[in-house]
């Protein structure tokens, strides 16, 4: 969890009918390591009374393979 506040935004969220997605993208680092910044930095924090059930996605892009090389997913 953060410490203080909420800082910066998800590169990406999804608001659908039946849930939300929290998604950080990493350039030449992990999956795991985007999910641990949506934890860190607080990003889902603002949907935490909405009610739907909200899913974190950590995508790993890598320059050398020019694609989405890992992702995970994990709810809240």
Same mark, same amino acid.
Do not use: C
């Given at each position: 969890?953060?410490?203080?506040?909420?800082?910066? $935004? +998800?590169?990406?969220?999804?608001?659908?009918? %039946?849930?939300?997605?929290?998604?950080?993208?990493?350039? !030449?680092?992990?999956?795991? !390591? +985007?999910? +641990?910044?949506?934890?860190? %930095?607080?990003? +889902? !924090?603002?949907? $935490?009374?909405?009610? $739907?059930?909200?899913?974190? @996605?950590?995508?790993?892009?890598?320059? %050398?393979? $020019?694609?989405? @090389? !890992?992702?995970?997913?994990?709810?809240?």
């Amino acid at each position: 969890m953060f410490l203080d506040k909420p800082s910066g $935004r +998800a590169d990406l969220t999804l608001l659908m009918p %039946k849930g939300i997605y929290v998604m950080e993208i990493k350039y !030449e680092h992990t999956a795991d !390591e +985007a999910l +641990a910044q949506i934890d860190q %930095k607080g990003y +889902a !924090e603002k949907y $935490r009374l909405d009610g $739907r059930p909200i899913t974190k @996605i950590g995508i790993s892009f890598s320059s %050398k393979e $020019r694609n989405i @090389i !890992e992702w995970k997913a994990m709810p809240l």
